[in-house]
């Protein structure tokens, strides 16, 4: 089991005022997402230009060639988005990281990480993009 939410005792009170009336549900899964996400929002850098990666506690280590492989597939032109595959636990997300940290400033509209692998309907996976991303679905707009 992942970290857990704190008990309403320790969140600082805002937040624990907030979650006493329902209005922002801080599930266990992803509590530190969305007081990341809350924190954001409030301190105006959810916007574009964001570098939104999650902090790395480890080196990266014994990867360079696929970085390298994967950089050269990113930087090609007309390359709009790049997909890594592999079986799960092969490092896909850590090396996806590392290559976002590495082009961050070469996307001045921001590079942000969205984590889908909680979802277990594809329908929320849009949703969940443009939660994260900060677009506001508008009805008959694509």
Known sequence: MGPRCPPETELPGSI????????????????RED???????LEGSGTAGTVNLPAQPTA???????????????????????TLTGPGGSGKTRLSLELAAGVANEYPD???????AALTDPAL?????AQRLGVRETP???
């Open 16 to 31: 624990a005022g907030l979650a006493r009336r329902n209005a922002v549900e801080l599930q266990d899964r992803r509590w």
């Open 35 to 41: 007081v990341q996400a809350l924190v954001d929002v």
């Open 140 to 142: 008959n707009a694509s």
């Open 125 to 129: 996976v849009v949703p969940t993009i």
């Open 60 to 82: 990266f280590l014994g990867r360079e060639h696929e970085l390298a492989e994967a950089l050269e597939l990113l930087r090609r032109a007309g390359t709009r988005l790049l």
């Open 110 to 116: 921001g590079v942000w990480f969205v984590p889908l």
